[in-house]
């Protein structure tokens, strides 16, 4: 999984905020490769971790509309998207943001337009 996540964003900028689907293996792997997560599932000093994560899970719902995920990007300032690779739908609804900079087995990775 570790290799998948490298892949992903590895050579990202170190301080970019990145937007992934909540577990384990994304918040394990990702801030070790390049840059920094809206939230996990670990408890973080002075971060409101609930309302985080409620908002990724949001973001990567098939519910979530358009206006909502262009707020949450403004909001964090998210910079990449890594989507799975296998969700074909959350695919096309979250590259009208971005375009597609990496395309691998596991995740496809976003570069978002400002």
């Known amino acids: 999984m570790y290799a998948a ?18 577990n384990d293996g994304a918040e394990a792997a990702i801030p070790v ?11 973080l000093a ?3 971790q609930t309302q985080r994560q409620q908002a990724v899970y949001e973001f990567f719902s098939g519910q979530a509309t358009d206006g909502f995920r262009r707020a ?16 074909a739908q959350l695919l ?3 590259t009208p943001f971005g375009s597609v900079i ?6 496809d990775t976003i570069a978002v337009r400002r």
Do not use: E
Not at 5 to 22: H, M, N, Q
Not at 76 to 84: A, D, E, G, H
């Open 46 to 48: 002075f971060i409101d």
């Open 5 to 22: 996540y490298r892949g992903a964003v590895g050579g990202l900028p170190a301080d970019a905020t990145v937007a992934a689907p909540l």
């Open 33 to 43: 490769y390049a840059g920094r997560l809206i939230a996990t599932h670990r408890p």
């Open 92 to 94: 096309a609804a979250i």
């Open 102 to 107: 990496r395309r691998g087995p596991t995740f």
């Open 72 to 87: 949450l990007i403004d909001r964090y300032r998210v910079r990449y998207i890594v989507v799975p690779a296998a969700d």
